[in-house]
Structures are given as structure tokens and as C-alpha cells.
């Protein structure tokens, strides 16, 4: 995927989508700026519009998804930012682009504690049990192992690191099969959790899937379990998930740890096409655990 330096067009996209269903945008406020770029167009109007139009995920069918999750989940009152309600959910198809359209919330500049964490991502958990679409199985784990084709061909990794995230991928995806599924949020890291005015909220479901709830478990605890070396952070999170009532099997919680980490590996030439120099390590950090995990 490449970032897009004159973002005119997309947020034309945008604003001329909000306009054509009666709302007006009265700012251009840049949330995010990335493969996606996230704008602020009014006091409650948020818009996401897919920026990368040549990478691997195109097509609006994950949109469809997300769309379809958190609508699902805002109206069954869960902990999510809601998509907005003036406009039909889309996904939205204007110049190119893809988009759709959220309720702007009010970040604060306040670590949720681990407690709130794990509650929340059960509540969520709870909910989607019962969601009534068909989802594509361990879909992320899949498209990753498609992806490495992809790295190999333009030679973005050495042999050895594609051949380690094969075969760990390939494992990961064997064991995880034989564990029960349901739906998921399929990206459950903590940049897509806003402490909120109003409540600590998970978004951005284009993930999702469906796929043991470690999974979800395994990517909100990651860094702190492995990078940070906060067992703290991470057993918090775990007792709270369970307390409201989640069960974690540990050996699903092992291959999904194993499974995040290749994840993440595998798409960091596609997210960070110029990594920074603490990106690098934290990319080698990784690959050093998966090469020594049992």
C-alpha cells in the first residue's frame, strides 16, 4: 500500500458524499492520514475513506463488514463508536473511493485501565456471538499467507523470514481451526480503542471475522505480554475478560499470540513502506520471538 501525499480528491470525495445526503461540512479536521484517511467534516460527522488504491484489499466487501458489525453492535448498546445516522451506512462509492461515515466522539488523554479493557472486549464478545452473518473464516491469518506471495515476488523480505512466517502461519491456522468460532473484531490493538467522554469504545471493524475469541485476546495483549513485558497490563486484561464472564483456552491464546505476531509481520511492508528506525526494531523484535517460540 502506498500513503497518497495530495489527499484533495479523497477528501473532495467526502465532503461532496455528506453534501449529496443534506449535510453540510463546515471543517476538514485530519484525524488520521494513512491507508485510510479518517476526516472530521463537521461537529458530529466523521468520514473514513480508503486512500490505497492499489494495494492488496480492494473491492468494498470489507467495508460491507464493518459496516454491517458495527451497526449490529451500536444498536444492541454496545461499547462502540456508532456509524452516523443521517446518512445510509454505505459503503459510500464516489471519484474512486470508498467510504463511510461515523459519529465523532471526544478522545481523553487517559490510559483505560486493563479492567475496562477486558470487560468491554467481552461485552463485545458476548454480543457477536449471535450475529447472524456469514463471516470468512481466520480471514486475516489467510490473506496474510497470501500476502507473503506478494512479499516474495517483490522481494521485500529475505527467504528466511518468509519461509519462518509460512510455516508459523501454517501451524497457527491448523490449531486454530479445531477451537470453537464466532464473529470477532479482527484487529483488537489498542489504537483502535478510544477512552472516550462517554465510555472507553472499540472501532474500525474492517477486520473482522470469524475465529476463536483469543484471537481478539492475543492482539490486545501482544505488546504488553511480549514487547512491553508488561505481564501486569496483559494479566489484567485476561482476568477481566474472564470475570465478566469469557473462558480463554490456553492453547488458542499460545497459537494466537504465535499467529499476531506473523500477522503483524507479514503486512509491515504494506503499513510501514518506510519504517522508522523504532519500527525496524520492534519488526525484528517480533521475528526474533517467532523464530525462538516453541
Known amino acids: 500500500m502506498t500513503n497518497h501525499p495530495d489527499i484533495s480528491l479523497p477528501i473532495r470525495a467526502a465532503s461532496e458524499t455528506a453534501l449529496a445526503h443534506g449535510l453540510s461540512p463546515d471543517r476538514c479536521e485530519i484525524l488520521q492520514n494513512g491507508n485510510t484517511l479518517v476526516l472530521r467534516l463537521s461537529d458530529t460527522l466523521v468520514a473514513r475513506v480508503v486512500t490505497d488504491l492499489d494495494g492488496p484489499r480492494q473491492g468494498s466487501e470489507w467495508f460491507e463488514r464493518e459496516n454491517a458489525i458495527a451497526q449490529y453492535l451500536a ?33 481523553i488523554d487517559e490510559e483505560p485501565p486493563p479492567s475496562l479493557i477486558g470487560r468491554t472486549l467481552f461485552q463485545c464478545h458476548d454480543l457477536l456471538r449471535h450475529f447472524p452473518d456469514k463471516l470468512p473464516e481466520l480471514a486475516i491469518l489467510t490473506e496474510s499467507l497470501e500476502l507473503l506471495e506478494t512479499l516474495e515476488q517483490k522481494s521485500l523480505f529475505p527467504g528466511s523470514t518468509l519461509e519462518l512466517l509460512r510455516k508459523r502461519l501454517r501451524s497457527s491456522l491448523a490449531e486454530l481451526k479445531s477451537f470453537p468460532h464466532q464473529a470477532l473484531h479482527g484487529d483488537a490493538h489498542g489504537g483502535n480503542l478510544l477512552n472516550t467522554t462517554i465510555g472507553l469504545l472499540w472501532t474500525d471493524w474492517e477486520d473482522t471475522f470469524c475465529g476463536p475469541v483469543e484471537w481478539d485476546i492475543a492482539s490486545i495483549i501482544w505488546n504488553a505480554r511480549i514487547l512491553e513485558d508488561d505481564q501486569v497490563k496483559a494479566d489484567g486484561i485476561i482476568t477481566a475478560y474472564c470475570a465478566a464472564g469469557g473462558m480463554i483456552h490456553e492453547e488458542a491464546l499460545h497459537q494466537s499470540l504465535i499467529a499476531r505476531a506473523a500477522v503483524m509481520s507479514a503486512w509491515y511492508p504494506v503499513l510501514y513502506p518506510n519504517p522508522s528506525k523504532d519500527r525496524k526494531e520492534k519488526l525484528q523484535s517480533r521475528l526474533d520471538w517467532l523464530a525462538d517460540i516453541r
Not at 79 to 91: C, E, L, R, W
Request: proline share 15%; net charge positive.
Open 75 to 107: 444498536k444492541a448498546g454496545a461499547p462502540v463508536i456508532p456509524m452516523h445516522d443521517k446518512i445510509p451506512p454505505g459503503p459510500h462509492q464516489h471519484l474512486g473511493y470508498t467510504l463511510n461515515f461515523w459519529q465523532f466522539v471526544s478522545a
